[in-house]
């Protein structure tokens, strides 16, 4: 078939905008990685600051970041794995929206602080997110629960304090929950019937409240460390 001039033209425009949508996409997710990396104050195995530069190609996955890993097929961001390298500093958390794709967030094992921001919740894709063994402080946002697919969530041995947010029941994938050594308080009886299929939970070293002494039937496998002092369950 042969296409008509108007159709040719059509079919270039089209072309050219998709390509510039893809580049401008990866340009703006550059950004936003450079954008986090200045909350890092100390990177003591230089992985960081000797890889996350601006590259030459803005249209591409930048691979050459540590521990950013990108969808093949899209170049698109879908996960930033920064844990155990012992990096100290003040993150930003609000700079990582741009990263629409981003699925797993790890920050384990470091000496980073830091609020979480409500806006994480427009980031939907996200699936891992494990920000254990730092300094993060603060409440943890209710949007956090619009976050559907999130399946893992290990928030454990930081500063964040106040409830958990109500709407956990949103979260129907999440299998793990650890929210141990915070200063989070509640009461564990309207918590954890929310859980309906998590799997593994641990809340001990908060100030959580209260028994529970109904049946947990309906929450599915439910395994729980929650033992310490000021949260006792009696489950049957």
């Known amino acids: 078939m ?7 033209l059509l079919l270039t425009l089209s072309l050219l905008l998709i390509f510039h949508h893809h580049a401008s996409a990866s340009y703006d997710e550059i950004r936003s990685l450079l954008e986090f990396k200045k909350g890092i104050k100390s990177d003591p195995s230089n992985r960081i600051f000797s890889t996350w530069v601006f590259p030459s190609n803005t249209s591409a996955c930048p ?3 540590h521990g950013v890993v990108c969808d093949p097929s899209t170049s698109s ?13 003040d993150l930003k958390f609000s700079t990582l ?12 094992g470091n000496s980073l602080s830091g609020r979480l921001v409500p806006t994480l919740g427009v980031i939907s894709s996200l699936q891992v997110i494990d920000l254990s ?6 409440p943890i946002p209710a949007r956090l629960t619009d976050l559907w697919a999130l399946h893992y969530v290990n928030l454990s041995n930081n500063n964040f304090s106040g409830t958990f947010p109500e709407g956990i029941r949103n979260l129907q994938q999440l299998k793990v ?5 915070n200063q989070l308080q509640g009461d564990v009886g309207q918590l954890i019937p929310e859980l309906r299929n ?4 641990d809340l001990s070293g908060n100030k959580f409240f209260g028994s529970m002494d109904f049946s947990v039937e309906n929450v599915s496998s439910l395994a729980i460390d929650v033992a310490k002092k000021r949260c006792q369950l009696n489950l049957y």
């Open 177 to 181: 929950l650890d929210l141990h050594s």
């Open 2 to 8: 042969t296409l008509t001039p108007s159709l040719s």
């Open 77 to 89: 961001v879908v996960a930033i794995a920064l844990d155990r390298l012992g990096l100290v500093g």
């Open 133 to 138: 063994g730092n300094q993060f402080y603060g």
């Open 97 to 108: 929206i741009p990263l629409k794709f981003l699925q797993n967030l790890t920050l384990a």
């Open 198 to 201: 998590v799997e593994y939970l």
């Open 63 to 65: 691979e050459a970041f």
